[in-house]
């Protein structure tokens, strides 16, 4: 298994949220995992948090995220989903925050909840190892490999 923890932070700075249009609090992925990984949090979290399958299985209450597909938490929102262990898998998780993430959603045509694929995988996954990247070029952890 890899794992990519941007921050290394499990909490965020509210103060970021309220003074910046955007803010990225946490980033990170888990790849070629061997066991399940599940989450619960029931109050879910103080900021926004997205899911994307790359590659492999999301297992969610209401229906599982398949490669392609995400799913967009709003702070609060109750969180169960479990990381199904598959040959290949690749998951991203973002969390972030800003004053402005409800226009930038709206200009968008985002929503929180359920994102069907948009027939562009691999631009989303390219987007997302930029990502990691660029902020392990910032010394903030270890890159993707």
């Not at 169960?80 to 709206?106: A, H, S």
Request: glycine residues 10%.
């Amino acid at each position: 298994m890899k794992s990519f923890f941007a921050m290394e932070r499990r909490d965020y700075d509210q103060r970021w949220g309220e003074c910046r249009w955007l803010h990225v609090n946490n980033f990170g992925y888990y790849r070629d995992i061997t066991e399940e990984i599940s989450i619960s949090r029931p109050h879910g979290r103080g900021d926004y948090q997205l899911l994307y399958v790359a590659s492999g299985e999301i297992g969610m209450e209401e229906r599982n995220l398949e490669p392609g597909e995400s799913y967009i938490f709003a702070p609060g929102e109750a969180q169960q989903y479990t990381y199904f262990p598959r040959k290949g898998c690749l998951y991203y998780w973002i969390q972030f925050t800003g004053n402005r993430v409800m226009d930038i959603f709206e200009e968008s045509g985002l929503k929180t909840g359920y994102c069907a694929g948009n027939g562009k995988q691999n631009e989303s996954e390219i987007l997302l190892r930029l990502m990691a990247n660029t902020l392990s070029r910032r010394g903030e952890s270890t890159p993707y490999v």
